[in-house]
Structures are given as C-alpha cells and as structure tokens.
C-alpha cells in the first residue's frame, strides 16, 4: 500500500516568493497534518484539515495557508518566503484526524 | 506546550536491548503515550502507543509506569538501521490534537 506521498521531494526559491507544496494522504485517510522542521529541532505543527475544514493551527504568520481537496489531498502554501523558511515540511495523514498520524517523506525547501 | 522530558542522546551496542526512558510527570488520564522515530531527516516513522497498560508490537515494547508518569520504549534487539532520533509525545486521542515533537532523544546504536 501507497503511504503519505508529498512533491516536490526538493525545491529552492528566493526570498519573496511563492511556493506551494503538496500531499496525498494514504487511502481512506480523510485528515491530512502539515509540520515544519527545521534543521536541529523537531516537527513543529502547522495546520490540520479534515474533511476540507481546518480543525487546528499553529503558531505560524498569515503568510503560510492551506487547503484541502475533495479527494483528500492537500497543499500548503507560503507567500513572501523568509530565510528563516527553509526547512523539511512534512505532511501527515490520519483516518479522521484523531488518530495515530503517519508522516510523508517531506519536502526540502531551501530560500536563498 | 512541551510535556515530556527525554535525554538528549543515548548509546546501545548493536544486538543489545536499547531502553529510552520518557518522562510525562503532567499527563492527564486522556492522554496517551506516543512513539515515533525519525532517521536522518526522513519523515517521522510511528512506532507504538498506549495508555496505561504496556504494549508490545513487532517494532517494539512501550511500558508505562503505574503513576503514568514516565514510560520506557524499549527495542529489543538494536541494529545500526535502528540509530535515529526518538520522540515521546503525549496527546489526547479522541480531539483534533497536533501531535507536539519536543527535541526528542538521539539514539546511537554502535558495532
């Protein structure tokens, strides 16, 4: 069975752009969780989404955003990109988001 | 927000039992325990979980205190692909709870 898959695997951009990234959770998970990690530390929560509704945020500024489609997957989305936004983000799926989460690969972003 | 406490990096010899301890002095009766591990920058891998009673899967072993204030995993036979980083995480179940990684434990397995 397929688990949690997220794209780009790397992405580099510069400072006051844009990127979206995206997840598929695995089938029949109908939450998807996204997390930033930066170098050293561990995964610090971003967003929660179940059923297309947002059901938790964390501690991030306005300029990250996120949605859910339909068919369960997701994106995430940061505008104005910062240094400081360089890091691992993972996605993570759970049946209905209560449950045990099971993390994707994460996609690498490096702002220069 | 940070409700355990793991030692920062630990050493097993490989084939020996490797034991990390968690301490979660301030967990409420509706929350659980959770075990994930992350190896080198990959995404974070779900080990076990529980809540008060031990629980053993084909991974690895999780005992909880009676008090439920701290909890052992416990792998029973290391290997090198077992050296990773290990994070402890308390969170109630039945709510819509981000899952809270502290700095976790850095588990070294050596030869």
């Known amino acids: 069975d397929a688990g949690v898959t997220q794209s780009p695997t790397h992405l580099i951009k510069t400072r006051g752009q844009h990127v979206t990234l995206r997840c598929s959770p695995i089938s029949g998970h109908k939450s998807v969780s996204w997390y930033q990690q930066v170098l050293g530390q561990g995964p610090q929560f971003i967003f929660q989404y179940y059923e297309k509704e947002e059901r938790g945020r964390g501690n991030f500024p306005d300029r990250f955003s996120a949605r859910q489609f339909p068919n369960y997957s997701s994106e995430l989305n940061v505008n104005a990109l910062l240094l400081g936004d360089s890091a691992l983000y993972l996605c993570?799926?759970?049946?209905?988001?209560?449950?045990?989460?099971?993390f994707g690969p994460g996609t690498r972003l490096l702002v220069l | 927000d940070a409700k355990t406490t793991q030692p920062t990096s630990m050493d097993c010899a490989e084939g020996r039992a490797a034991n990390l301890p968690c301490n979660h002095s301030?967990?409420?009766?509706?929350?659980?325990v959770y075990w994930y591990r992350q190896i080198h920058s990959q995404g974070p891998q779900y080990i076990i979980h529980g809540l008060k009673n031990n629980e053993t899967n084909e991974m690895a072993s999780l005992i909880i205190t009676e008090d439920r204030k701290s909890s052992t995993l416990i792998l029973p036979h290391a290997t090198l692909r077992d050296t990773a980083v290990y994070y402890c995480?308390?969170?109630?179940?039945?709510?819509?709870?981000?899952?809270?990684f502290g700095s976790g434990t850095k588990l070294n397995v050596k030869p």
């Open positions: 995480i308390v969170r109630v179940v039945y709510n819509f709870n981000k899952f809270y």
């Open positions: 301030t967990i409420s009766g509706n929350e659980y």
């Open positions: 993570a799926s759970s049946v209905q988001g209560q449950e045990t989460q099971y």
